[in-house]
């Protein structure tokens, strides 16, 4: 009952639709210090100097729009040293020292969302983090030189950077530090240029997903970015304070650095204050970021909040997965519905047809049955297409609700031990998903769905009732 990970070697037999791009292979700094200077006009300038360098290495991947002449790129990146060994340390015999290089930049891509339970992880993950924006804008930032020069004017109205969640919003930090270090921008030039590129999606309330990281990591391995931070914090505080005069707990609560034994970064902040549009994905959740959680920010800047509904696309959710549906609604209203979901209004009429009706259920019952025969298989569980299925498919979380239905699950089969009354319905409980490695409480949970199966399983008084 308890999970058990395996690694993923996804890329051990190589993945056919990728093509490696080494001629566009980047350098993403890491450590070193941050050295002032004058420039040929006179001007004071920075520059990142004794970094230890990462090759960041392209791999493209054509992604297909459906039926429409379009193919855009995936461009993802694999992290390799600058030296692939050490040489004079191979032939004094040091062999694991002369690779060490290797693997220390290997290990940035080899794990997406590395577990940051340990402070080493937490290093890992940043590390990770940082080199994806990094690259990611870089590479943008050269594509656009290609063909505009040194002339920023437009950038903006010609991209937008969406960071999705906390995860990427180091990229605010980066830009600046790229537009100021590498193409010569003042801050006020650059700042505008960021400010009106960046938009950030949050997903979730929870302060644990708003990542913050702690000062003195972020300063050891990334220190210019960490002055760049604190100057766009210093800014941002004057505006706080020419808003609210002397709310000093205001600034503290708005600050991008949080104060305490040890100093955070709070990065959800810095997307905020970087950021033109910030928006949540429901428009609840967007409501409830205006009412709590970003209350100081929205009074701020009231005109950067804004709605995204997630919605799902119809050509894999319905027309894809669910075929029997599928060939049922074409059959009906015809096949524009898979590239116009409003279509789908046409349908509207059909519930008061009994015989629509009637194909609907069968269509339902028949997607049922293709279920119930993959869980007999793989869980040695017998479903009955008849009874009402209760299914949840979601990474394993607290926030996910997986214990609230093992929960409702545990007060069923109460109820029915208790002698429910005959006409409840049976029910068919699936649960499906996966614990991340370091989050304790949800391996718990995951192991006590599988503990509360064995007792249901094996109970031969509910095995009419409940599966």
Known sequence: GFQLEEPDSWLRDGYPWEIERPELVLKVHFGGRSEHYTDADGMGRFRWVDTRDVLAIPFDVPIPGYRNEVVNTLRLWSAAATDEFNLGEFNAGSYTTAVAAKNEAENITMVLYPNDATETGQELRLRQQYFLASASIKDVLRQWVEVHGNDFSEFAEKNCFQLNDTHPTVSVAEFMRILMDDYGLNWDAAWAITSNTMAYTNHTLLPEALERWPVYLFGRLLPRLLEIIYEINARFLSEVAKHWPGDVERQ?????????????????????????????????????????????????????????????????????????????????????WVTDLSELRKLAPYADDAGFRKQWVACKLQNKERLAAIVEAECGVTFKPDAMFDIQVNRIHEYKRQLLHVLHVIHLYVRIKRGAPPNVASRCALIVGKAEPGSYIARQITTLVNKVDEVVKNDPAVAEKQK
């Open 252 to 336: 503290a609560r708005m600050s991008i650095i949080e104060e305490g034994p040890v100093q955070q970064v709070r990065m959800a902040y810095l997307a905020l204050v970087g950021s033109f549009s910030v928006n949540g994905v429901a428009q609840l959740h967007s409501d409830l970021l205006v009412e709590g959680l970003f209350a100081d920010f929205h009074a701020l800047w009231p005109e950067k909040f804004n709605n995204k509904t997630n919605g799902v696309t119809q050509r894999r959710w319905m027309a894809w997965c669910n075929k029997p549906m599928s060939k049922l609604i074409t059959d009906t209203i015809g096949g524009d």
